[in-house]
């Protein structure tokens, strides 16, 4: 990165939604610890059903429609001057699905920032296409802001920033964004490695084909030295991050879920193997995003 860039903006899709406005408070602070700005981008599809929504004819009236978003980013500007009066904004809409709106600016953010559930254009994000579809083709970071759920306790998590590792390279590109977010808000990070406990953990009968056995604790002890490993230069690229390995014998989910209670984020890559294999498409993804209890940061493996 050239030395006189601006910092990359932090982009947040915003509907009027009480999660929208949650990714929005989280979207300032982060802009702010970067010293960089926010863009909040309204989706509005013109469809016949939106049109209708905001009092317009079948056939699609725009001016409906930008009236409309005008009040919804109106809004959006108050919050954002009331919260960080100092963090520069710009506000758009958007004619385009949510997906495809907030796909066009992953080239050039910093991250992308949604709530988990919205309204119009950012509907069921977690459990339709939209979530899905942005997570998996974003060439920047995706940040779900989910509803704080627990009883107000600190929790395992307290205040960290968790990542899931696995080695792949999405893992390791996460692995990169949990330690400097970490720096950014003096926090410390939680490196988790799932893995499964063997079948056995007794010698195989001696007409047993099998040429050895494994014990399980052999195999913890391998898989905290590999988790050691899969971390890289890291820790040494941010020495003032105090850093936990956790070597987890269970379901990555629950490992990931258990671990999100009171921290600042919980960070997973795109797409993993192992303990992680297909991250988006598969159960361990929907998992996290269903489950955990704090932000959930999906960080794709950067392309050429």
């Not at 040429?211 to 898989?223: C, L, Q, R």
């Amino acid at each position: 990165m050239c030395a006189d860039r601006s910092p990359r903006s932090v982009v947040v899709g915003y509907d009027g939604s009480q999660t929208s406005r949650q990714a929005l408070t989280w979207a300032l602070h982060a802009a702010r610890l970067r010293g960089s700005g926010v863009s909040i981008v309204y989706a509005c599809p013109p469809t016949a059903e939106v049109v209708a929504q905001f009092g317009g004819s079948i056939a699609p009236d725009f001016s409906a429609l930008e009236r409309a978003a005008e009040q919804v980013l109106a809004a959006a500007a108050e919050q954002a001057h009331r919260e960080a009066p100092d963090v520069n904004v710009d506000t758009r809409v958007v004619y385009a699905a949510a997906s495809s709106a907030l796909l066009t600016d992953t080239d050039e953010a910093a991250m992308v920032v949604v709530g988990s559930r919205g309204l119009g254009g950012f509907s069921e994000l977690l459990v339709g296409s939209t979530g899905v579809q942005l997570a998996a083709h974003a060439r920047c970071p995706v940040v779900v802001i989910r509803p704080q759920a627990g009883d107000g306790q600190p929790g395992a998590g307290s205040g960290r920033v968790v990542v899931g590792v696995d080695g792949s390279p999405s893992s390791d590109a996460a692995v990169g964004f949990a330690f400097t977010e970490a720096a950014l808000r003096g926090a410390g990070v939680s490196a988790v490695h799932a893995w499964d406990r063997p079948p056995y953990d007794v010698p195989p009968p001696s007409h047993d084909p099998l040429p050895s056995y494994v014990v399980a604790d052999e195999v913890a002890g391998t898989e905290s030295r590999l988790l050691s490993e899969m971390l890289g230069a890291w820790p040494s690229k941010f020495p003032e991050v105090d850093v936990q390995h956790e070597a987890v014998d269970g379901d990555p989910v629950e490992a990931l879920v258990s671990r999100s209670t009171g921290a600042a984020m919980v960070v997973v890559g795109s797409r993993g193997r192992g303990g992680f294999s297909s991250l988006l498409l598969g159960s361990v993804s929907h998992g996290v995003l269903h489950h955990a209890r704090c932000p959930v940061v999906i960080v794709c493996h950067p392309t050429p």
